[in-house]
């Protein structure tokens, strides 16, 4: 038995596992995309939800939720890695730590934690009515984008901060020191030797969180965000709530490409930035 056919054999496993459970399951979806309730094959479901309303809605809803939360993940995670990293307190590993069990947390647990905090009853329109005698608080962003926006950026901002305090590991401090000793301030030094050593992790980071954000589907159902539909929603709606199948598989695969094409672009840009 030759060395090439050693490695095919050894190659077959994982590829028939890969093909059972992953690929044909995705042929079925993007299958059931072109047979209408009439039956036969036809792009009938595609043009009937690319000329809908909703799914208009809902695309534009995540394309413009999931790259402002990456952002906001990108600038808070990156400001609270460098606190931990370089500014000394007690607790900074045990911050580090948490982190990391943060990140094993479902993203519906963040929500309700937000809900009891700024919901209609929750605690800080209870302590705003107790004060003002008021009947009602003004805290009702939670049922809105910004609610949305808020919670995703909330739960997915640890997943910029692990590889950026990874990145901080590994930086010569003695670049810090020099620095410091020429008479540059944090913001030149920030700018200059930290920013260029993090990019790498920024770009792994911010590609992760906003794949994510797109396929985000628990937060944006448990905050209840009257008028915020995004593509997992949809698709849940159309195929759980409207029982049009074709409908919801043709919003899947939409999902899928748009994936895989930022996650291609993620590919390219790291590839160009070394990471």
């Known amino acids: 038995m030759t060395s ?6 050894w190659a077959l496993p994982p590829v028939a596992l890969l093909a059972v459970f992953f690929l044909y ?15 036969g094959t036809s792009f009938e479901p595609y043009t009937d939800v690319f000329a809908s309303g909703a799914f208009r809605d809902a695309l534009w809803t995540t394309v413009w939720l999931a790259p402002a939360a990456t952002v906001g993940c990108l600038v808070l995670g990156f400001f609270l890695a460098l606190v931990i990293a370089f500014v000394p307190f007690r607790g900074a590993k045990a911050v580090a730590k948490f982190i990391d069990v943060f990140l094993s947390f479902p993203s ?31 805290f009702r962003f939670l049922t809105t984008p910004w609610g949305v926006l ?15 305090l990874a990145a901080f590991s590994h930086l010569d401090t003695a670049q810090l020191e020099a620095a410091s000793s ?30 994510l954000c797109l396929n985000e589907f628990g937060i944006v159902l448990f905050t209840g965000a009257k008028g915020v539909t995004t593509l997992p929603t949809l698709v849940y709606s159309k195929a ?28 390219v840009v790291s590839r160009r930035a070394g990471a």
């Not at 042929?27 to 009439?38: A, E, F, K, N, T």
């Not at 329109?125 to 004060?131: A, K, M, Q």
Request: charged letters at 10%.
């Open 240 to 267: 759980i709530l409207e029982s049009d199948y074709p409908g919801a598989c043709v919003v899947a695969v939409v999902n899928v490409l748009i994936s895989v094409g930022l996650y291609g672009l993620y590919r």
């Open 108 to 138: 519906f647990l963040i929500t309700l934690a937000l809900l009891f905090i700024y919901g209609t009853v929750g605690m800080a329109n209870g302590v705003w009515t107790d004060v003002t005698g008021a009947a009602e608080g003004p």
């Open 182 to 211: 020429l008479g540059a301030r944090a913001p030149r030094i920030i700018r200059q030797v930290i920013l260029p050593e993090a990019l790498p992790a920024l770009a792994a980071g911010g590609s992760l969180v906003l794949v």
């Open 25 to 39: 399951p995705l042929l079925l979806v993007v299958r059931q995309s072109v047979q209408p309730d009439g039956g």
């Open 150 to 164: 808020l919670a995703e950026i909330t739960y997915f901002t640890p997943f910029v901060i692990r590889p950026l």
């Open 4 to 9: 090439s056919t050693r490695r095919l054999l």
